[in-house]
């Protein structure tokens, strides 16, 4: 679920190939910036509801839509990235997207939200400023609605985001990743209303299912984990560092094994998911009334299955 607070690879690389951005970000200027926004639709025209919070401001809730029955496998984009390819209604403009489970907002960039039919939201003329805790360059950034975005046969529309007002970047939100270019960052309140997110960092794909129940090998399988719910943080999973039980974000954007509130150069002596144990991993620090995230570079060799609906991430070792 998105929350404000006034806070076919194949066939898309025969389309055309996704352009590239210069990673020389151009703030919007401000009288730039009002224009688009003074063309915002009303939120509730998408079937997001609006409420009043405090300081006379609005927030906003919503979801995206998924059609039943579809799935796509894709290859990531280079080796343990999480970033795939997507594109507009009819597989137009081609791009780049970054899957961050250790997000809990989508964002776009601004050039790329209007060559895919993206409009800026409102309520009574106010719009959606992010009013969040993440990083953001300095750059504003105002909830938006993206009619349809596609990930090969996939369709997800009405997708609520944050458009940040600057053009060739996304800035802080590509977790340092250059290339290929990101235009996109689908966070978990994206991912989490699929029915499975699989991350196969084996055989470097990405597969998404909308409904379809995921099974694990049983043979393959080393443990499987339930997901904690913890609001603004993205996607929670019970852990243990060193047998404390935690809850620990799974942060498979992130290039890095382990972050930890009381980490220090000294590495973890014991990480653990269920049955699935870590020793002696590499831990850098975080501020101290943070979360432990762990990074996609603990998960090298795995295949990491989260099923949203079900509750469950699932951590496979094929023999």
Request: charged share 15%; hydrophobic share 40%; aromatic share 10%.
């Amino acid at each position: 679920m998105f929350k404000l607070i006034l806070p076919c690879f194949l066939l898309l690389a025969a389309c055309s190939t996704p352009p590239l951005l210069t990673n020389q970000e151009q703030l919007l200027p401000e009288i730039q910036q009002q224009a688009y926004l003074s063309h915002a639709k009303p939120a509730q025209h998408f079937g997001f509801k609006v409420y009043p919070i405090e300081n006379g401001e609005v927030g906003m809730r919503g979801a995206a839509r998924l059609h039943p029955n579809q799935q796509a496998i894709l290859p990531m984009a280079g080796k343990h990235l999480p970033v795939i390819s997507i594109g507009g209604r009819n597989l137009n403009h081609p791009a780049y997207a970054l899957l961050d489970t250790g997000s809990p907002t989508s964002w776009m960039e601004f050039s790329y939200a209007q060559k895919i039919n993206t409009d800026f939201l409102s309520f009574r003329e106010r719009n959606f400023p992010y009013r969040g805790g993440y990083n953001t360059g300095n750059v504003p950034a105002y909830g938006a609605v993206v009619h349809q975005l596609r990930i090969d046969q996939l369709f997800i529309d009405n997708l609520p985001l944050f458009v940040r007002m600057a053009t060739d970047s996304l800035g802080p939100q590509t977790r340092n990743i250059e290339a290929p270019p990101i235009t996109t960052v689908l966070g978990y309140d994206c991912l989490q209303l699929f029915s499975a997110v699989q991350f196969d960092f084996l055989n470097n794909t990405i597969r998404l299912a909308t409904s379809q129940p995921f099974t694990p090998n049983e043979s393959w399988l080393i443990s499987q984990v339930p997901i904690v719910k913890k609001p603004n943080v993205g996607l929670a999973i019970e852990g243990a560092i060193f047998g404390k039980t935690t809850p620990i974000v799974l942060d498979l954007a992130g290039d890095y094994t382990l972050a930890n509130p009381t980490g220090d150069k000294t590495p973890a002596r014991q990480l653990s998911f269920g049955d699935l144990v870590f020793r002696q991993v590499s831990q850098i620090p975080l501020p101290p009334n943070a979360l432990p995230r762990v990074g996609r570079n603990l998960f090298v060799g795995l295949i990491v299955t989260i099923c949203p609906q079900d509750g469950i991430v699932y951590f496979e070792r094929p023999q």
